[in-house]
């Protein structure tokens, strides 16, 4: 469970005001025990929401609605985050329900994974999950191949795709299929991830929009590297997407990702990263010191900057200063 405490600072330098805004989130992640056969796997995160984060929810769920809620106060929101069980057979391994589906290799950005995204206002960059089925053939100990099918709800544009991987001279390949079934839009991918010298990563794909006979192509470039006995950690990613403007995306024509960690000692570290969009003059910059107080229980306090359009979203601070106590148990 881990609480942030913040302090929004809106209009730096020019009509200066702050508010407060804040939230606790209790993560439960369950998982059978016996998986020889098959597994069983759940996270769920119930969040209460305080300050500014609360009035924002207030204005988006009808009053009517929280008239019928038995808790007064600060809103409670559930986030079904996984829930999903898998079959382990002699020729196949079958997952069905809510999963994280990771086919790229990026840390921020990634071209091809059409069933997960990055949530870049969390500053653990956690991923968003699809409700799927997917079956995985193994072709040998490092080889195989991913069937996956999302399930239509709702107006989602659900997708199916398909993935080939292996691993040739060290490198970690994978080669990929995709159809968004409403839109009719097929993707061809690959991606490679290894290491010569720097930890090298990169992924490719080409669109093609039915219909219009418009075509685009994205492409991925990162590598990470660590300095001073492994104590000082860099990376970077660079994206370039020719995505229309008709589609809605946080991402430019160019962006780019960096981070820096350097581990203090074993209970403490200091981390700066940073996310641009070079089209839209779009950024989010967090510098964060981490201390392990005690056995399972964490202090992180952290600054974030906002700067630019996060693409039609909630109208964000000019900075953010926050703390997160965190316990594990």
């Known amino acids: 469970m881990y609480g942030d405490l913040s302090l929004y600072h809106f209009d730096v330098n020019d009509n ?16 059978n025990i016996n998986r020889k056969h ?25 009053d009517a609605l929280y008239t019928m809620l038995p808790a007064a106060g600060a809103p409670i929101l559930l986030d079904l985050r996984k829930l999903y069980f898998s079959v382990y057979l002699p020729f196949v391994d079958l997952s069905v329900g809510r999963q994280i589906i990771n086919f790229g290799k990026g840390y921020v950005f990634s071209p091809v994974d059409v069933f997960s995204s ?38 989602n544009d659900h997708a199916s795709a ?26 061809g ?25 418009d075509r685009y192509f994205e492409g991925m470039l990162g590598a990470d590297y660590s300095f001073l006995k492994n104590d000082l950690i860099v990376q970077a990613e660079y994206l370039h997407s020719g995505r229309p403007d008709s589609v809605l995306s946080i991402w430019g024509k160019h962006n780019a990702f960096t981070s820096a960690l350097y581990r203090i000692n074993d209970i403490m570290n200091v981390s700066a990263s940073l996310i641009h969009n070079f089209t839209d003059d779009m950024s989010i910059g967090t510098a964060q010191y981490y201390y392990n107080v005690l056995q399972n229980v964490d202090a992180i306090v952290y600054v974030r900057g906002y700067r630019g359009n ?11 200063y926050s703390l997160r106590l965190e316990v594990k148990f």
């Open 189 to 213: 991918g690959a991606a490679f991830k290894g290491d010569l010298e720097a930890g090298i990563y990169g992924e490719a794909a080409q669109h093609f929009l039915d219909g219009s006979g």
């Open 16 to 31: 200066d005001s702050l508010a407060f805004g804040g939230r606790n989130t209790l993560t439960l992640n369950m998982k």
């Open 310 to 320: 996060l693409n039609g979203f909630a109208a964000f601070p000019d900075l953010e």
């Open 162 to 187: 398909v993935k080939a991987f292996a691993n040739v001279l060290g490198f970690d390949w994978s080669i990929l299929g995709m159809y968004r079934h409403d839109s009719r839009e097929i993707t």
């Open 118 to 155: 990055v949530d870049v206002l969390d500053i653990t960059l956690r991923r968003r999950g699809s409700d799927v089925a997917c079956a995985r053939f193994p072709l040998g100990t490092l080889a195989g191949v991913d069937v996956v099918g999302e399930f239509p709800v709702g107006a």
């Open 38 to 62: 098959g597994k069983i796997e759940s996270g769920l995160d119930i969040i209460m929401l305080y300050g500014i984060q609360a009035d924002a929810m207030h204005e988006l769920v009808p």
